[in-house]
């Protein structure tokens, strides 16, 4: 168990940061003026006063969550009163508190944020630092008004059945992954930002493992097919077709011992590598009308910010949608956003190859995590067979079990939809040219 830590110096500013709800209720206002004064957020001849509001906000996997409410002694329109704070730590709780390293790359995309350029809407950083050796780091932003002028309400993750106009909130999203893709290859971003953040390609996860073997795959598909007749209610016909399973059985374990070459193609250097968001589900946006009329979007929540393979990110914004949406809509979604990308950065990508990475991506990281949600709903669940609809209470109520359901359907429907193992073979062959 990890020692409790009240106070660090944060390694880009120096200032002593509380780590934890109380240190921060401890240092208060006078904690808040020196940081956003050392941040840039304040000037010298203004203060926080006062915090008028304190309150914990429960959930999220990692550190503790504040909404805060303050008080300036020369108030103005750009310094927001209503703030939202941000720990990397969870102390006492060791399984939460190894996430910490996620907010690494996220104080650094916060602090990349500030400049005025910046080509996508974010929440405003007031002050982000972070102690790389013991993980230690503290992010507070502005906080995003839902349902108020203008701004629709937050919407639930991997719920989309309830999104109006799901094609123009998707097309929001893709354009603002690819603007922020583009803005990276154009040049503008300061460089000893941009090595920071690259330090962290490939290190997404917080629990990495070896890959699984072939009759580990074979395995785990035969517990998939079982699900699927076992609860056929909880899978969309297209998935649990006869025919798509016994396909899924001979391609699965086809991908075992391709992993490192895939990852080493997808992470090259190359146009195809960029800053994005790996999450950039409808939960994690907010979303407005413009002007023209079209949605746009702003994006939160940023842990694990870093350059990725722009079909990472993709993915990431896929998992939330509905089955049958990214049917329909996916050359839709691919075109736009690799004509925004052009847009921004000059550089033309082909959407056939954009699909071709967008799969071996959810192929292999699918075999992985999405491979074992059977295992996990059903333990989570035990009387699954009494379930008659995945918006069930008891499937429903359960974040991860819900959204298991829902991405584990996303990745199976589109392993049908790209031609998953068609994908492996053009790979294959192309490795060997």
């Not at 209503?82 to 399984?95: C, D, H, T, V, Y």
């Not at 040049?187 to 890959?211: C, I, N, T, W, Y």
């Not at 990431?316 to 921004?344: H, K, Q, S």
Request: hydrophobic share 40%.
């Amino acid at each position: 168990m990890s020692e409790t830590i009240d106070w660090i110096a944060g390694d880009t500013f120096g200032l002593a940061m509380p780590a934890h709800i109380e240190a921060l209720r401890e240092g208060g206002a006078r904690f808040l003026t020196g940081a956003f004064r050392a941040a840039g957020s304040l000037g010298e001849a203004n203060t926080v006063t006062r915090i008028t509001g304190l309150e914990e906000c429960r959930g999220g996997g990692t550190g503790a969550k504040l909404y805060l409410t303050v008080e300036y002694e020369h108030p103005s329109p750009d310094l927001p009163t209503e703030l939202f704070a941000k720990f990397s730590r969870a102390f006492g709780n060791e399984i939460r508190d190894r996430q910490k390293i996620q907010m690494e790359g996220e104080v650094w995309f916060a602090l990349l944020s500030r400049m005025p350029e910046f080509p996508i809407a974010v929440p405003k950083c007031m002050y982000a630092d972070y102690h790389h050796d013991s993980g230690t780091g503290l992010l507070i932003t502005d906080t995003i008004a839902f349902g108020k002028d203008g701004i629709e309400r937050n919407y639930v993750k991997c719920l989309d059945r309830e999104l109006p106009d799901p094609l123009g909130h998707y097309l929001a999203l893709v354009r603002a992954l690819a603007r922020l893709a583009g803005a990276y290859h154009s040049g503008v971003f300061p460089k000893e930002v941009m090595r920071q953040l690259e330090s962290h390609q490939g290190q997404l996860g917080v629990s990495a493992r070896d890959p699984y073997g072939p009759e580990q795959i074979a395995r785990r598909v035969e517990r998939w097919q079982e699900f699927c007749t076992a609860y056929p209610r909880l899978v969309p016909e297209a998935v649990r077709d006869p025919a798509f399973l016994a396909r899924f059985a001979e391609e699965a374990p086809r991908f075992c011992g391709h992993e490192d070459a895939i990852a080493s193609f997808l992470e090259a250097p190359s146009p195809w590598l960029a800053l994005g968001h790996w999450n950039a589900n409808t939960d994690n946006a907010w979303f407005w009308t413009g002007e023209d009329g079209e949605i746009e979007c702003g994006l939160f929540d940023w842990g694990n910010a870093t350059v990725m393979n722009v079909a990472v990110a993709l993915a990431g914004c896929f998992y939330g949608a509905e089955p049958d949406f990214i049917v329909e809509n996916l050359d839709t979604l691919v075109t736009a956003f690799t004509g925004e990308f052009e847009r921004a950065s000059g550089i033309p990508l082909a959407p056939e190859d954009l699909k071709h990475r967008l799969a071996l991506q959810m192929a292999t990281s699918g075999l992985m995590w999405m491979i074992d949600a059977p295992k996990v709903i059903e333990m989570r669940v035990p009387d699954l067979a009494g379930v008659p609809d995945p918006f069930d209470a008891r499937v429903f109520d359960d974040e991860l079990v819900r959204t298991q359901l829902h991405m584990s359907a996303i990745w199976l429907t589109l392993w049908r939809e790209l031609d998953f193992g068609a994908q492996l073979d053009l790979f294959l062959e192309r490795q060997s040219a």
